[in-house]
């Protein structure tokens, strides 16, 4: 079993920065694609950004380009998604997630671990 906890939100004014966390159990994590996902009061969850193995595999979405950053540490289990330029429309729960084996792509679907979430809300 797969075990996803994320950390590391909070309040922020706009135009701030917050690094959110996510430390995976389990001994098999670098062969899988990680995401985070984003969901907002009264909205659907969306995809934020996704990263395969190494850095040189990642995207996001088009809302975040150029503001967030995801990262990861195979070696220490742990994905990590860098915000900055914070916006009020940013305001949501941040979801982890670990996608299935082979899929690296925006669809929730193809995820099949999910943490807990962490609250992110930018003030104006």
């Known amino acids: 079993q797969v075990q996803l906890v994320e950390s590391g939100g909070g309040l922020v004014q706009a135009g701030g920065s917050l690094r959110l966390s996510c430390a995976a159990s389990?001994?098999?994590?670098?062969?899988?694609?990680m995401g985070w996902f984003r969901q907002a009061p009264e909205k659907e969850r969306e995809f934020v950004a996704a990263?395969?193995?190494?850095?040189?595999?990642?995207y996001s979405a088009d809302s975040v380009k150029g503001r967030f950053t995801i990262s990861r540490d195979n070696a220490k289990n742990m994905v990590y998604l860098q915000m900055n330029s914070l916006k009020p429309e940013d305001t949501a729960v941040y979801y982890c997630a670990r996608a299935r084996l082979g899929y690296y792509g925006r669809d929730a679907e193809g995820y099949d671990f999910w943490g807990q979430g962490t609250q992110v809300t930018v003030s104006s």
């Open positions: 389990g001994r098999t994590f670098s062969p899988y694609a």
């Open positions: 990263m395969f193995r190494t850095s040189s595999s990642t």
